[in-house]
Protein backbone atom coordinates (compact mmCIF):
# COMPACT_ATOMS: atom_id res chain seq x y z
CA UNK A 1 0.00 0.00 0.00
CA UNK A 2 1.12 3.36 -0.88
CA UNK A 3 -0.02 6.27 0.07
CA UNK A 4 -0.03 9.82 -1.34
CA UNK A 5 1.31 7.82 -4.85
CA UNK A 6 1.41 10.13 -7.32
CA UNK A 7 2.34 14.20 -6.88
CA UNK A 8 -1.29 15.79 -5.15
CA UNK A 9 -1.79 18.27 -8.32
CA UNK A 10 -1.30 14.88 -10.94
CA UNK A 11 -4.08 13.59 -8.62
CA UNK A 12 -6.52 16.08 -8.81
CA UNK A 13 -6.25 16.56 -12.38
CA UNK A 14 -7.45 13.58 -12.79
CA UNK A 15 -10.65 13.78 -10.24
CA UNK A 16 -11.30 17.17 -11.70
CA UNK A 17 -12.08 15.83 -14.76
CA UNK A 18 -13.88 13.48 -13.41
CA UNK A 19 -16.06 15.78 -11.69
CA UNK A 20 -16.29 18.10 -14.48
CA UNK A 21 -17.91 15.29 -16.38
CA UNK A 22 -20.41 14.61 -14.20
CA UNK A 23 -20.93 18.37 -13.57
CA UNK A 24 -22.91 19.63 -15.98
CA UNK A 25 -26.02 17.15 -16.31
CA UNK A 26 -27.73 19.40 -19.01
CA UNK A 27 -24.94 18.72 -21.18
CA UNK A 28 -24.85 15.23 -20.97
CA UNK A 29 -25.44 13.74 -24.30
CA UNK A 30 -25.64 9.57 -25.01
CA UNK A 31 -22.52 9.99 -27.25
CA UNK A 32 -19.86 11.53 -24.68
CA UNK A 33 -21.84 10.73 -21.15
CA UNK A 34 -22.97 7.13 -22.02
CA UNK A 35 -19.40 5.17 -21.42
CA UNK A 36 -20.19 2.95 -18.83
CA UNK A 37 -20.24 -1.13 -18.81
CA UNK A 38 -22.13 -2.26 -16.30
CA UNK A 39 -20.70 -5.27 -14.57
CA UNK A 40 -22.92 -7.45 -13.89
CA UNK A 41 -22.10 -11.49 -12.95
CA UNK A 42 -25.05 -12.40 -10.39
CA UNK A 43 -23.72 -13.50 -7.03
CA UNK A 44 -20.03 -12.07 -8.07
CA UNK A 45 -19.82 -8.39 -9.75
CA UNK A 46 -22.10 -5.13 -9.44
CA UNK A 47 -20.69 -2.09 -10.69
CA UNK A 48 -19.51 0.18 -13.70
CA UNK A 49 -16.35 0.29 -15.72
CA UNK A 50 -14.56 1.92 -18.62
CA UNK A 51 -11.61 2.67 -19.76
CA UNK A 52 -9.91 6.12 -17.92
CA UNK A 53 -9.74 8.26 -21.11
CA UNK A 54 -13.48 8.31 -21.45
CA UNK A 55 -13.77 11.00 -18.17
CA UNK A 56 -9.99 11.36 -17.68
CA UNK A 57 -7.17 13.22 -20.30
CA UNK A 58 -5.46 10.92 -21.88
CA UNK A 59 -2.31 12.42 -21.70
CA UNK A 60 -2.91 12.27 -17.45
CA UNK A 61 -3.86 8.62 -17.33
CA UNK A 62 0.00 7.90 -19.56
CA UNK A 63 1.96 10.32 -16.96
CA UNK A 64 -0.15 7.77 -13.88
CA UNK A 65 0.96 4.58 -16.01
CA UNK A 66 4.42 5.66 -16.62
CA UNK A 67 4.67 6.47 -13.19
CA UNK A 68 2.99 3.32 -12.08
CA UNK A 69 5.34 1.33 -14.56
CA UNK A 70 8.45 2.91 -12.92
CA UNK A 71 7.36 1.85 -9.54
CA UNK A 72 6.52 -1.65 -10.30
CA UNK A 73 9.60 -2.39 -12.11
CA UNK A 74 12.02 -0.40 -9.22
CA UNK A 75 9.84 -2.44 -6.05
CA UNK A 76 8.38 -5.54 -7.82
CA UNK A 77 10.72 -5.95 -10.26
CA UNK A 78 7.92 -6.71 -12.98
CA UNK A 79 7.63 -4.26 -15.67
CA UNK A 80 3.98 -5.57 -17.79
CA UNK A 81 1.64 -3.45 -16.09
CA UNK A 82 -1.86 -3.80 -17.95
CA UNK A 83 -3.95 -0.59 -19.26
CA UNK A 84 -6.25 -0.21 -16.19
CA UNK A 85 -10.25 0.20 -16.21
CA UNK A 86 -11.55 3.07 -14.33
CA UNK A 87 -14.39 1.64 -12.17
CA UNK A 88 -17.58 3.20 -10.31
CA UNK A 89 -19.28 1.98 -7.22
CA UNK A 90 -22.42 3.87 -6.35
CA UNK A 91 -24.82 2.29 -4.01
CA UNK A 92 -25.54 -1.31 -4.20
CA UNK A 93 -22.06 -1.82 -5.83
CA UNK A 94 -19.73 -4.66 -4.77
CA UNK A 95 -17.63 -7.51 -5.72
CA UNK A 96 -17.51 -10.85 -4.03
CA UNK A 97 -14.54 -12.84 -3.17
CA UNK A 98 -12.79 -14.30 -5.95
CA UNK A 99 -8.86 -14.44 -7.29
CA UNK A 100 -7.32 -13.28 -10.56
CA UNK A 101 -4.89 -15.95 -10.96
CA UNK A 102 -5.20 -16.70 -14.52
CA UNK A 103 -4.79 -12.48 -15.17
CA UNK A 104 -1.22 -11.60 -13.53
CA UNK A 105 0.62 -11.68 -10.91
CA UNK A 106 -0.39 -8.80 -8.66
CA UNK A 107 -3.47 -6.71 -8.99
CA UNK A 108 -3.44 -2.69 -8.35
CA UNK A 109 -6.03 -0.62 -7.05
CA UNK A 110 -5.38 3.32 -7.38
CA UNK A 111 -7.98 5.50 -5.46
CA UNK A 112 -9.80 8.47 -6.78
CA UNK A 113 -12.32 8.61 -4.52
CA UNK A 114 -12.96 11.54 -2.37
CA UNK A 115 -11.51 11.50 1.35
CA UNK A 116 -14.78 13.01 2.39
CA UNK A 117 -18.13 11.20 0.38
CA UNK A 118 -21.57 10.44 0.88
CA UNK A 119 -21.13 6.81 1.10
CA UNK A 120 -20.19 3.78 3.14
CA UNK A 121 -18.14 0.65 1.85
CA UNK A 122 -15.87 0.19 -1.41
CA UNK A 123 -13.00 -0.75 0.59
CA UNK A 124 -10.94 -3.16 -0.89
CA UNK A 125 -10.97 -6.71 1.32
CA UNK A 126 -8.09 -9.19 0.84
CA UNK A 127 -8.09 -12.38 2.27
CA UNK A 128 -5.00 -13.21 5.10
CA UNK A 129 -2.85 -16.13 4.27
CA UNK A 130 -2.90 -19.37 5.72
CA UNK A 131 -4.83 -21.82 7.17
CA UNK A 132 -7.90 -19.62 8.54
CA UNK A 133 -9.59 -22.35 9.74
CA UNK A 134 -7.01 -24.41 11.50
CA UNK A 135 -5.25 -21.17 12.59
CA UNK A 136 -8.09 -19.72 14.50
CA UNK A 137 -10.01 -23.60 15.80
CA UNK A 138 -9.08 -21.95 19.15
CA UNK A 139 -9.48 -18.49 19.07
CA UNK A 140 -12.43 -15.77 18.46
CA UNK A 141 -12.00 -13.82 15.53
CA UNK A 142 -13.99 -11.30 13.82
CA UNK A 143 -13.36 -9.89 9.77
CA UNK A 144 -9.84 -8.44 10.85
CA UNK A 145 -8.75 -11.96 11.65
CA UNK A 146 -10.25 -13.01 8.61
CA UNK A 147 -8.70 -10.51 5.75
CA UNK A 148 -7.24 -7.06 5.84
CA UNK A 149 -9.77 -4.34 4.88
CA UNK A 150 -8.20 -1.32 3.05
CA UNK A 151 -10.08 1.72 2.85
CA UNK A 152 -10.08 3.45 -0.83
CA UNK A 153 -8.38 6.84 0.02
CA UNK A 154 -7.88 8.98 -2.23
CA UNK A 155 -4.20 8.51 -4.39
CA UNK A 156 -3.88 5.70 -2.77
CA UNK A 157 -2.43 3.10 -4.44
CA UNK A 158 -2.89 -0.85 -2.92
CA UNK A 159 -0.89 -4.02 -4.81
CA UNK A 160 -1.19 -7.35 -3.77
CA UNK A 161 -0.83 -10.96 -5.08
CA UNK A 162 -3.39 -12.02 -7.87
CA UNK A 163 -4.05 -15.79 -6.15
CA UNK A 164 -5.40 -14.29 -3.08
CA UNK A 165 -9.08 -14.44 -2.43
CA UNK A 166 -9.86 -10.57 -2.83
CA UNK A 167 -13.42 -8.39 -3.49
CA UNK A 168 -14.85 -5.37 -2.39
CA UNK A 169 -17.53 -4.22 0.11
CA UNK A 170 -20.69 -3.41 -0.58
CA UNK A 171 -21.68 0.74 -1.07
CA UNK A 172 -24.48 2.16 0.51
CA UNK A 173 -25.75 5.64 0.07
CA UNK A 174 -25.73 8.03 -2.30
CA UNK A 175 -26.22 7.16 -6.24
CA UNK A 176 -24.67 10.58 -6.67
CA UNK A 177 -21.55 9.22 -8.94
CA UNK A 178 -19.16 11.80 -7.55
CA UNK A 179 -19.77 10.57 -4.03
CA UNK A 180 -18.88 6.95 -5.13
CA UNK A 181 -15.65 4.90 -5.62
CA UNK A 182 -13.49 5.85 -8.18
CA UNK A 183 -10.71 3.09 -8.73
CA UNK A 184 -8.27 2.66 -11.37
CA UNK A 185 -7.50 -1.28 -11.35
CA UNK A 186 -5.67 -3.43 -13.59
CA UNK A 187 -2.59 -6.23 -13.39
CA UNK A 188 0.91 -6.47 -12.80
CA UNK A 189 2.79 -9.11 -15.12
CA UNK A 190 6.34 -10.34 -15.51
CA UNK A 191 7.99 -9.60 -19.40
CA UNK A 192 11.37 -10.48 -18.83
CA UNK A 193 14.63 -9.23 -17.76
CA UNK A 194 15.27 -5.58 -16.93
CA UNK A 195 18.27 -4.71 -17.85
CA UNK A 196 20.55 -1.36 -17.31
CA UNK A 197 24.22 -0.47 -18.13
CA UNK A 198 26.53 -1.92 -20.34
CA UNK A 199 25.28 -5.26 -21.08
CA UNK A 200 22.31 -5.63 -23.92
CA UNK A 201 19.15 -7.41 -23.24
CA UNK A 202 20.32 -9.93 -26.20
CA UNK A 203 23.96 -10.63 -24.20
CA UNK A 204 22.19 -11.30 -20.25
CA UNK A 205 19.40 -13.12 -22.03
CA UNK A 206 21.46 -15.67 -23.89
CA UNK A 207 23.38 -16.14 -20.63
CA UNK A 208 20.45 -16.39 -18.60
CA UNK A 209 18.49 -18.70 -20.54
CA UNK A 210 21.41 -21.42 -20.69
CA UNK A 211 21.18 -21.66 -16.52
CA UNK A 212 17.60 -21.54 -16.46
CA UNK A 213 17.53 -24.51 -18.88
CA UNK A 214 20.28 -26.35 -16.78
CA UNK A 215 18.43 -25.43 -13.63
CA UNK A 216 14.73 -27.18 -14.70
CA UNK A 217 16.82 -29.70 -16.47
CA UNK A 218 18.14 -30.89 -12.89
CA UNK A 219 15.34 -29.93 -10.73
CA UNK A 220 12.27 -30.88 -12.66
CA UNK A 221 10.18 -32.84 -10.17
CA UNK A 222 10.73 -30.58 -7.48
CA UNK A 223 9.93 -27.38 -10.32
CA UNK A 224 6.17 -28.60 -10.65
CA UNK A 225 5.73 -28.79 -6.62
CA UNK A 226 5.61 -24.50 -6.44
CA UNK A 227 3.72 -21.78 -7.76
CA UNK A 228 4.33 -18.02 -8.23
CA UNK A 229 7.33 -15.64 -9.19
CA UNK A 230 10.32 -14.81 -7.74
CA UNK A 231 12.61 -11.84 -8.73
CA UNK A 232 16.14 -11.46 -8.52
CA UNK A 233 18.56 -8.55 -8.99
CA UNK A 234 22.11 -9.00 -10.16
CA UNK A 235 24.74 -6.77 -9.89
CA UNK A 236 27.27 -7.65 -12.30
CA UNK A 237 30.98 -6.09 -12.95
CA UNK A 238 32.65 -5.01 -16.28
CA UNK A 239 34.48 -8.26 -16.26
CA UNK A 240 31.31 -9.84 -16.51
CA UNK A 241 31.47 -11.80 -13.36
CA UNK A 242 28.13 -10.78 -11.15
CA UNK A 243 29.22 -8.70 -8.02
CA UNK A 244 25.81 -9.75 -5.94
CA UNK A 245 22.76 -11.51 -6.52
CA UNK A 246 19.73 -10.79 -3.88
CA UNK A 247 16.05 -11.60 -3.87
CA UNK A 248 13.70 -8.82 -4.79
CA UNK A 249 10.55 -10.62 -4.30
CA UNK A 250 9.61 -13.89 -3.13
CA UNK A 251 5.82 -15.02 -3.90
CA UNK A 252 6.87 -18.78 -4.23
CA UNK A 253 3.93 -21.20 -2.72
CA UNK A 254 4.47 -24.88 -2.42
CA UNK A 255 1.16 -26.34 -3.49
CA UNK A 256 1.45 -29.07 -0.48
CA UNK A 257 1.37 -27.24 2.87
CA UNK A 258 3.44 -29.42 4.20
CA UNK A 259 6.24 -29.10 1.99
CA UNK A 260 9.70 -27.49 3.19
CA UNK A 261 12.04 -27.27 0.60
CA UNK A 262 11.55 -23.88 -1.16
CA UNK A 263 14.02 -22.36 0.56
CA UNK A 264 17.25 -25.30 -0.72
CA UNK A 265 15.69 -24.66 -4.13
CA UNK A 266 15.65 -20.45 -3.69
CA UNK A 267 19.24 -21.31 -2.66
CA UNK A 268 20.14 -23.10 -5.69
CA UNK A 269 19.31 -20.50 -7.54
CA UNK A 270 20.95 -18.17 -6.33
CA UNK A 271 24.29 -19.77 -6.30
CA UNK A 272 23.09 -20.51 -10.14
CA UNK A 273 22.79 -16.83 -10.76
CA UNK A 274 26.19 -15.87 -8.55
CA UNK A 275 28.35 -18.27 -10.51
CA UNK A 276 27.22 -17.32 -13.53
CA UNK A 277 29.67 -15.40 -16.36
CA UNK A 278 28.55 -12.79 -18.69
CA UNK A 279 30.31 -10.57 -21.63
CA UNK A 280 32.29 -8.27 -20.81
CA UNK A 281 31.23 -4.88 -20.95
CA UNK A 282 32.26 -0.82 -20.77
CA UNK A 283 30.76 -0.98 -17.42
CA UNK A 284 28.56 -2.53 -14.72
CA UNK A 285 24.87 -3.96 -15.35
CA UNK A 286 22.07 -4.21 -13.21
CA UNK A 287 20.52 -7.15 -14.36
CA UNK A 288 16.31 -7.47 -12.25
CA UNK A 289 15.17 -11.18 -13.53
CA UNK A 290 12.13 -12.70 -12.95
CA UNK A 291 11.77 -16.40 -12.84
CA UNK A 292 7.98 -17.68 -12.17
CA UNK A 293 7.88 -21.24 -10.90
CA UNK A 294 4.47 -23.66 -11.55
CA UNK A 295 5.68 -23.51 -15.59
CA UNK A 296 8.02 -23.66 -17.66
CA UNK A 297 11.43 -21.45 -16.29
CA UNK A 298 12.19 -20.47 -19.88
CA UNK A 299 9.13 -19.44 -21.23
CA UNK A 300 10.56 -17.46 -24.71
CA UNK A 301 8.61 -14.43 -23.73
CA UNK A 302 10.49 -14.55 -20.40
Not at 82 to 109: E, I
Not at 142 to 159: H, M
Not at 179 to 190: A, L, N, P, S, T
Request: net charge neutral; with cysteine.
Amino acid sequence: MVDDFLPLDAAEAMRLDIDTHFGNYGSHRPETHQVWNYWFVPGLYAYLRTTPEKLIRPDRVESFMQVLRRWSAAALGLQEVTWPYLSLYVSGCRQNLHNDSANGRFAFVYSLTRDRRMTSGGETLVLNEGDLFRNNVATAQNAAGFYTSIEPRFNRLVVFDDRMPHGVERVDGSMNPVEGRFVMHGHIRDRGAIVSGALTEQQVGAVVMEALIDFSAGALSRIRLYHGPVVFRLFIGANGVVKSCAVLLDRVTATDANDTGWPKMLSNLIAKFTALKFPEGSGETTVTQPVLMGTSLFRPDH
